[in-house]
Nanobody, 127 residues
Framework: QVHLVEFGGALVQAGGSLRLSCRASGRTFSHAMGWFRQAPGKEREFVAAIRWSGYSTYYADSVKGRFTISKDNAKNTVYLQMGSLKPEDTATYYC?????????????????????WGQGTQVTVSS
């Protein structure tokens, strides 16, 4: 069992920056970590993914160039640095862990590939 806890959600003005953290504990083995978000009345959508081994990353087009996913293996923690925030980035952000390996990171864009989820952290971007 992997336990995931997100930190860092806040209210921020448009154009601002915010960093989210996701700490994994318990049976921490997984191949990749992902960030997803869900806005009110919308389906949960993929944001970014990263493997624990190596440094390859994968992003949704909507955040590419603005958000950066990174990791600290020693701390079992994944980060999501968000910049140039827009009101449409307002959502509950979730981190997730996948115990499956996919050679093509494209597969980590689907929430079905993930086995464990955090409780979410709220990000609100005011205009």
């Amino acid at each position: 069992q992997v336990h995931l806890v997100e930190f860092g959600g806040a209210l921020v003005q448009a154009g601002g920056s915010l960093r989210l953290s996701c700490r994994a504990s318990g049976r921490t083995f997984s191949h990749a970590m992902g960030w997803f978000r869900q806005a009110p009345g919308k389906e949960r959508e993929f944001v970014a993914a990263i493997r624990w081994s190596g440094y390859s990353t994968y992003y949704a087009d909507s955040v590419k160039g603005r958000f950066t996913i990174s990791k600290d293996n020693a701390k079992n923690t994944v980060y999501l640095q968000m910049g140039s925030l827009k009101p449409e980035d307002t959502a509950t952000y979730y981190c997730a862990a996948s115990t499956a390996y996919y050679s093509d990171q494209y597969y980590y864009a689907s929430e079905r590939r993930y086995d464990y989820w955090g409780q979410g952290t709220q990000v609100t971007v005011s205009s």
